[in-house]
């Protein structure tokens, strides 16, 4: 059994968020959470609600599931809608600020 939790539009670069996502793949779920509970990254806390809520889901679904063999299969980050603000800058130019937003998508499985 697999399961799957996103959150979308979280205002953080994807490149950020993928450090965090990198560090936690294929790791078991309760070294993940402990892991993630003392990185400290704004994305590790997002992760950290992501892993909680497809464990969550899948305890949910299948009530005899044991969350000790869960382990998480995939973690990833894609990147969502950018908004485009403007600053102004000398001789009345204006430079683009960038505010990215990602989404972020964890994958949890059983291993046997």
Do not use: C
Request: charged content about 30%.
């Amino acid at each position: 059994m697999e399961t799957r939790a996103k959150a979308k539009f979280v205002r953080i670069s994807a490149h950020k968020a993928r450090l965090v996502a990198d560090a936690i793949r294929g790791m078991q779920v309760g070294e993940a959470l402990g892991k993630l509970q003392f990185t400290p990254k704004k994305a590790a806390l997002l992760f950290h609600k992501v892993v909680s809520s497809a464990v969550a889901d899948i305890t949910d679904r299948h009530p005899g599931t044991d969350v000790d063999n869960l382990y998480i299969k995939a973690a990833y980050v894609d990147e969502g809608p950018t908004a485009k603000r403007w600053r102004p800058r000398a001789q009345g130019r204006a430079y683009t600020i960038r505010k990215r937003s990602s989404h972020l998508t964890v994958v949890l499985t059983e291993r046997f």
